[in-house]
């Protein structure tokens, strides 16, 4: 089954106790990216990658790190986690081969930094 | 600027009637258009997408989008509601083109509650 897989689905860490929320696609798409949702504020991108090795900021890159040196695998790396940094985080990824082809989501993973 | 905008936050209705949930954008262009649903617990998952043609598009789980260049929308429709369809709803457009980013703008979502 043709999928995105995000882990852990929750977390809830202390302020700066670095931690990584993994992510993996099984569909061969060149294009991931991680997005955070938040109440009245909507979906905003953190970063995206078009390729192996080729990595670049969203709207709101602060805070997070990420990399990609496997094609499947894209992890979301918070060095020094802080509260405005509790959230909802996505990954999604995409098949660039055609035009605007749609977003595959994961299913989310809700991550609470006291 | 390019934008969309659900209206509705929040909406009620009722199992078995019929749903419209609206989009409005702001686009310089010719836009691609989706709607993506988010049940609880889960990612958001196409519903349906809109490129070019047909300006009525049928999508999954019974919906299906009207777009309407002249009011600048792209409102979602169900004829009938299922308990199921409680989840919330957002309205995408795009391309946004940033350097090799090519990404969508997003609404805020329309939450959707079915009362049996």
């Known amino acids: 089954e043709a999928q995105v897989t995000q882990n852990p689905r929750y977390l809830i860490t202390v302020t700066g106790k670095k931690l990584t929320v993994t992510c993996s696609q099984n569909?061969?798409?060149?294009?991931m990216s991680w997005y955070r949702q938040d109440p009245g504020l909507g979906l905003r991108q953190i970063y995206y990658s078009m390729n192996v090795e080729v990595t670049d900021k969203g709207d709101v890159p602060e805070g997070y790190k990420v990399s990609r040196k496997e094609k499947r695998n894209f992890p979301l790396i918070l060095e020094s986690p802080s509260p405005n940094q509790t959230s909802l985080y996505f990954c999604?990824?995409?098949?660039?081969?055609?035009?605007?082809?749609?977003?595959?989501f994961g299913n989310g993973t809700r991550l609470t930094v006291t | 600027a390019q934008s969309v905008t659900q209206p509705d936050i929040h909406i009620t209705v009722s199992e078995g009637a019929s749903l419209e949930l609206r989009c409005n954008y702001s686009y310089g262009a010719t836009p691609y258009l989706f709607w993506y649903v988010q049940s609880p617990g889960q990612g958001l998952q196409l519903l349906l997408k809109y490129f070019s043609g047909d300006t009525l598009v049928q999508g999954i789980k019974g919906f299906e989008a009207e777009f309407k260049r002249s009011q600048s929308s792209f409102n979602l429709r169900k004829p009938s509601v299922h308990w199921s369809d409680a989840a919330e709803y957002f309205c995408?457009?795009?391309?946004?083109?940033?350097?090799?980013?090519?990404?969508?703008?997003w609404g805020l979502g329309t939450s959707l509650a079915v009362n049996p």
């Open positions: 995408a457009v795009g391309p946004v083109s940033t350097g090799n980013n090519r990404k969508l703008i």
């Open positions: 999604a990824s995409r098949d660039t081969s055609t035009y605007n082809s749609p977003l595959h």
């Open positions: 569909m061969n798409h060149e294009y």
